[in-house]
Structures are given as C-alpha cells and as structure tokens.
Antibody
Framework: QVQLVQSGAEVKNPGASVKVSCTAS????????VHWVRQAPGQGLEWVGR????????RYAQKFQGRVTVTRDTSTSTVYMELSSLTYEDTAVFYC??????WGQGTLVTVSS | QSVLTQPPSVSAAPGQMVTISCSGG????????VSWYQQLPRSVPKLFIY???KRPSGIPDRFSGSKSGTSATLGITGLQTGDEADYYC???????????FGTGTKVTVL
C-alpha cells in the first residue's frame, strides 16, 4: 500500500521561505514522478510543479517559476518542495502526489505576520 | 483563471444521473489523457478516472469518463449522498508544459 507522508503544518512570515517534505512508504518515489499541488482556502486545485523519477528534471507552473524548487533524495524516498518570497496569498494546503494518483495528506502553510 | 472550464455546480436526486463537462483546447484535452478527481469536504483529492475512462481499483462502475475532441465528461449514475463532493478534471497542457486542473464542480444530491 503506497503512502505519502508529508511534514507538518508551518507558519511563516511574509517574505520567508518554506520547505515541505513528502516521504513514501510501501514503495519508493524513485520510480515515479512526484507532483505538488496547492489549494488555497475555499479554492480549487492548482498545479505547482513536478520532478521526474530520476530527480534530474523538474518542471514548474509559470506562476511559480523562480520561486519554487522541487528536489528529491532517492536514498530516503523523500521529495521536497521549497517556496520562497512567501506572501499572504500563499496561505494554502500543499499536497504531494505520486503520478497524481497517490496523494499525501497535505501540509497547511500559513503566511502571517 | 484555468484553461479548463467546468460548470460550478450540478445537482440531482438520489438514484439519478449527473454529468460534469470539462472544456479545454487543442494543447491539452485535444492531445492528452484526462483524469478526474473527487474531493470530499475537508479531505484529500482522490483519483477517480485516469486515461480518459479508466477507473482505479476500488472506484465503483457508477463513475465513468469519456472524451471527445477538446472536451471530456464525467458521468455518475445511481447518485448517492456519499457522492456529494467537488470534482476536478485535469490534463497535461503541451503549450504550458505543465499540468492543469479544471475550475471544479460541486455535486449536490437533492
């Protein structure tokens, strides 16, 4: 049974960065693409980006280009998403999803001063 | 503003059928596989349909997907109260070189 476990909720100041982790159990993330999806309160799903199985290529939504970095550590089956220059509009739940099939439980990122 | 358009809401009585449309373009639905996701209130999205019309293990056959040209449709027959949720279509967009989700449709069982 594939499970993706994400790191816990974060509270950040505007302008700060946040790094969210996503660790696979029951399988490895090494053979699959891992995507990140954002959902602001009361809003729809928004694709942030994804990293390839080998980890040598990442692609990001234009909206987040220059501000987001997705990396993976195959030795620990963990994928990371780092989002910088946070604004209040970044307050959202961030999900990781293996091939957009198996989803993590979500991580709430709150941007507040 | 998403490149995939869905109706904001659909509703029907228990046991009835609903369809949810997802309208896109030649760079997304016109060329790539469509997926559908169900998101129950305060829950994680769940894959319900992939590759236009395939159901993952455990998804009842009351749910079906189809695609024609630059549009896709999710059908739900034998509507149940447990089907009340938000439904999103999703597809890779070749022009954007990224994945896009539809605007989402809320299904209400009357």
């Amino acid at each position: 049974q594939v499970q993706l476990v994400q790191s816990g909720a974060e509270v950040k100041n505007p302008g700060a960065s946040v790094k969210v982790s996503c660790t696979a159990s029951g399988d490895t993330v090494g053979s699959y693409s891992v995507h990140w999806v954002r959902q602001a309160p009361g809003q729809g799903l928004e694709w942030v980006g994804r990293i390839t199985p080998s980890g040598d290529s990442a692609r990001y939504a234009q909206k987040f280009q220059g501000r987001v970095t997705v990396t993976r550590d195959t030795s620990t089956s963990t994928v990371y998403m780092e989002l910088s220059s946070l604004t209040y509009e970044d307050t959202a739940v961030f999900y990781c999803a293996r091939d957009l099939h198996y989803w993590g439980q979500g991580t709430l990122v709150t941007v507040s001063s | 503003q998403s490149v995939l358009t869905q109706p904001p809401s659909v509703s029907a009585a228990p046991g009835q059928m609903v369809t949810i449309s997802c309208s896109g373009g030649s760079s997304n639905i016109g060329k790539n596989y469509v997926s559908w996701y169900q998101q129950l209130p305060r829950s994680v999205p769940k894959l319900f349909i992939y590759e236009n019309n395939k159901r993952p293990s455990g998804i009842p056959d009351r749910f079906s997907g189809s695609k024609s040209g630059t549009s896709a449709t999710l059908g739900i027959t034998g509507l149940q109260t447990g089907d009340e949720a938000d439904y999103y279509c999703g597809v890779w967009d070749n022009s954007l070189s990224g994945f896009v989700f539809g605007t989402g449709t809320k299904v209400t069982v009357l």
